[in-house]
Every structure is written in C-alpha cells, then in structure tokens.
C-alpha cells in the first residue's frame, strides 16, 4: 500500500470509505455537490457528449467511456483525488459497518430521496437486495407511512417485513399491480422506486 506525493490528508493505515463515482472536489460541479458531473475525474468525457450531450464524472468498475477505472470490489484500489474522495472511517464504526456506505446505502437512499416522500405517503419498493432494503429503510427515514416491498425470493421479503416493517408483496404469488392497488385502497402508491439491479 502506498499513498501518492499530492496526497496530504491521508497516511498507510488509515481505513477509508470511497464513492464509486470519482469527484475532483474542485471543479464548478463539484463545488456544488454535483459529483456525478465532475469536469476533471474522467478523461475520456468527450467520448460521452454525442451520447449523453456532456461528459459525466469517472466511475470505478465502468467502462473506458466512464474513465476505464478499475473496481472498486478489490483487495487494492487506486484511488484518484484521495484527499477527496476517501473519507476516513471513525475507529468506534466496524468495518461491517463501515462497508455499505459506499455504495448500496447511498444508493438506496438517493432513490428515497428523489421520491420527495412527504410525511404519510405510501412508497413501493421494487427489489429487496441490499439495496433496496437500504431504500426501504430510507424511505420510512423520510416520512413514508407505509412501505409496500416486491420481490420474488422469500428471504428478502421476510427481511424486509422483519427488519424494516415493510408490507410485502411475492410477485411469483400474486400480480404486484392488483396487489398495490388492492392494499391501497384503489388508490395505488405515492412513490415506486426501482431497486433492482
């Protein structure tokens, strides 16, 4: 393990947690919170304006369009913009803890977070991996009501309903939409999100 010449806030040792999207922390993007669009963490953004009409940020475990990083699910990672990206993890958080905060929490939460679930509201979930029982989670941390969870594998489900008090739906059991329509009322959920991979 080493740590490069511009990197001053870090030291071996250290137990880091780092995003999979790649931000300089310096650019105009970045500077408001925009990492996803970083100006400086992918240098192949020019390949991606006749697709995407911009260029987005580098993404660890992507293509070469995204910046050719490699994954980030290895025993060593090159991380760029260290000083940065890799935020140190407190010594009381394990690292069990410590692991979904770069990626499924995050995840899962941001697509709670852009349901603008409002106190009361009834969210749907569809998926019960990792992810979206960490959106399940975020969702009744924003206000949801009821959380309705879809999937097909019994063990998700009753996690789902044991871990978070969700309601679930098995969707080789019933078909999802008469279900949701049915536990609602008739009326269907405030929000769906998609947390299936």
Known sequence: MDVGNDVKKLKVGDRVVVSSIIGCGQCAHCSRQQWSLCDNSNPNGGLQEPIFGFGTAGIFGYSHLFGGYAGAQAEYVRIPFADY?????????????????????????????????????????????????????????????????????????????????????????????????????????????????
């Open 85 to 197: 990206g890799a935020i140190k993890v407190p010594q009381e958080i394990t690292d069990a803890q410590a692991l979904p905060i770069s990626d499924a929490f995050p995840t899962g939460y941001m697509g709670a977070d852009l349901c603008n679930i409002q106190r009361g509201d009834t969210v749907a979930v569809w998926g019960c991996g990792p992810v979206g029982q960490f959106t399940i989670r975020s969702a009744y941390l924003l206000g949801a009501e009821r959380v309705i969870a879809i999937d097909r594998f019994p063990e998700r489900l009753q996690m789902a309903k044991e871990q978070s008090g969700a309601e679930i739906i098995n969707y080789e059991e019933v078909d999802a939409g008469e279900a949701l329509t049915e536990m609602t009322g008739g009326r269907g959920p405030d929000s769906c999100v998609d947390a299936v991979a």
